[in-house]
C-alpha cells in the first residue's frame, strides 16, 4: 500500500482493499477501494473514525504502530456507513476509558449497530463545537445527508485541515494509477448525487474556512489544487454539465437500434460535438450514469420490449431519476418492428425528471435502419442541438 504523509502529528492509519469487487453491493470497483482514519497525536489524542470490518486486523496493527503505546482519548465519528464505522464496538473495548464523540445521530445509530454500553462515554457535538486536544482543535460543522443524516465533518484549525468524511472521496486503492477526476465522479454522482441541496449546502460552510488539505473517508489526502476540487464538487452539486455536448445511451436487443446510435454518434462527430456512445446492456451502470450528469445533452435509443421498453434502458433511467439527474436536455430514438412502445415509456420516465427538456422530434424506427431513417435520424440531431 502506498505510504500517506499528512503532517507530523497526524497519521494515516487506513488501509487499502483490493479484494473488494462490489462497494455498497452495487458499484463495481476494479482497483478496489480505501478506507481511510487518521490518529491526531497531541496532549490527547483522538482517532478519527474506523473502518471497514474487512480491513480490522491491518487498521489495528496500523493504528498500534502510530500510538507507539499511547491510548487514545477519543474517537471521533463522522459516519456511521459501516465501511468507516464497523469497529467502534472493537476499538471501545480496546480502550474502555476512550470517549466517543459524535452528534445525537450519531448515537441513536451507533445504539443499533452495536451492542456496548455507551454510558458515560459520549461527547455529543453539534454545529459550531469545538474539542481541543492540546494544539490542536477540532471544530465540528453538521453536514446532514451527505450523504447520511448523521453525517458531519471536522475542521482543524492549527494546521488548517478538513476532515471531509465522504465528501472528496472516490473508488480506488490509493495506489491505483488513475486519474482522481474520473472514480471521484463516478463515486460522487452515484453516492452522494441525490443530494445537492446538501452539498451546496457545506460547500458554503466550507467557503469561511480556510482549508489547506482535504482528509476524505476514501481515497487520496488532497494537499494541492484545492479550488480544482472544490469547484468540480460545486459544479457536480448545481447539477451542471461539465461537458456541452451528447451522451448517447442505447439498448438493441439484435443490433438494429445500436446501428442507429452509431450513425448518430458518427454524424455529431462530423459536426464537431463532443459525443460518448454506450451500450447501457453491457457497460458499469455506474459510469453510464456518471457519463449522463457530464453531458449536457443526452440520446436515449431503446428497442421495445413486451409492450413497454427493454428492460436495461428502463433501468438505466430508473438510476438516472433515482440520482436527480435534471438540468439536460433529451431525445427519443425507439424501435419496434410492431407496436413500438419504447418511446412513450422513455418520455414518461425522462418527463418526471426536474428541468430535463425533451425533443419535440423523436424517431421511430421500423426494424432495421434504412436511408430514411437515418434522414429522420439528422433531423433530430438538429432539433436537439438546437434546444
Known sequence: MKDVFVTDSIRYVGVDDRTIDLFESQYKVPNGVSYNSYVILDDKVAVM?????????????KLEGALQGRRPDYLVVHHMEPDHAANIQTLAERYPSMQIVGNAKTFTMMQRFFTFDLSGRTVEVKEGSTLSLGSHTLTFVMAPMVHW?????????????????DGFGKFGALDADEPWEDEARRYYLNIVGKYGAQVQALLKKAAALDIAMICPL???????????YIGLYDKWSRYEPEIEGVFLAYASIHGNTAQAARFMAGELERRGVPVKCVDVCRADMAQCVADAFTYSRMICAASS??????????????????????NRK???????????????????????????????????IPSAVKVPTEAALRELLDALLAM
Not at 149 to 165: D, G, H, R, T
Not at 305 to 314: A, S
Not at 336 to 361: F, N
Open 305 to 326: 420490449y413486451d409492450g413497454g421498453l427493454f428492460p436495461p434502458m428502463e433501468d438505466f433511467l430508473h438510476h438516472l431519476r433515482a440520482k436527480t439527474y435534471r
Open 218 to 228: 476514501h481515497g487520496p489526502v488532497l494537499k494541492e489544487n484545492l479550488g480544482h
Open 49 to 61: 473514525d474506523t473502518v471497514d470490518r474487512r480491513a480490522t486486523e491491518a487498521w489495528l496493527e
Open 149 to 165: 443524516p448523521e453525517a458531519m465533518v471536522s475542521y482543524e484549525s492549527s494546521e488548517k485541515i478538513l476532515f471531509s468524511a
Open 330 to 364: 433529451a431525445a427519443i430514438v425507439e424501435n419496434g418492428t410492431w407496436a413500438p412502445s419504447a418511446g412513450k415509456v422513455m418520455g414518461e420516465i425522462l418527463g418526471a425528471m426536474k428541468d430535463v427538456a425533451i425533443c419535440e422530434k423523436q424517431v421511430t
